[in-house]
Nanobody, 126 residues
Framework: QVQLVESGGGLVQPGGSLTLSCITSEFTLDSYVVGWFRQAPGKEREGLLC??????????AYVDSVKGRFTISRDNAKHTVFLQMHSLRPEDTAVYYC?????????????????WGQGTQVTVSS
């Protein structure tokens, strides 16, 4: 079974940094790709970054607006995936989700992911 729980959201000032955590069930990272998504009010859920079983980190973003600012990484011993966010902007305000996808190969498509966390709110405001 696959379970994911996000944490680390909150209020941050523009230009600030925040790291989100996704704690997974024990063996999830051995068999599943994990991605980070976000959804702002009134907008579609969008894929941000993805990390494969063989990767320790990735900064290859699917969304142009977060390129160079967001990084995904993992700690297998703690079965946790992280999203590091820097130079945050008000338009980054959204609910952030982690999700798991069977097998290999990253995807930014929401429908490719079988398991989802509950989400954590990130608000960027002065």
């Amino acid at each position: 079974q696959v379970q994911l729980v996000e944490s680390g959201g909150g209020l941050v000032q523009p230009g600030g940094s925040l790291t989100l955590s996704c704690i997974t069930s024990e063996f999830t990272l051995d068999s599943y790709v994990v991605g980070w998504f976000r959804q702002a009010p009134g907008k579609e859920r969008e894929g941000l970054l993805c990390i494969r079983q063989s990767d320790s980190f990735s900064n290859t973003a699917y969304v142009d607006s977060v390129k160079g600012r967001f990084t995904i990484s993992r700690d297998n011993a703690k079965h946790t995936v992280f999203l590091q966010m820097h130079s945050l902007r008000p338009e980054d305000t959204a609910v952030y989700y982690c999700a798991a996808k069977p097998a290999y190969g990253c995807s930014s498509y929401v429908g490719a992911y079988s398991y989802w966390g509950q989400g954590t709110q990130v608000t960027v405001s002065s």
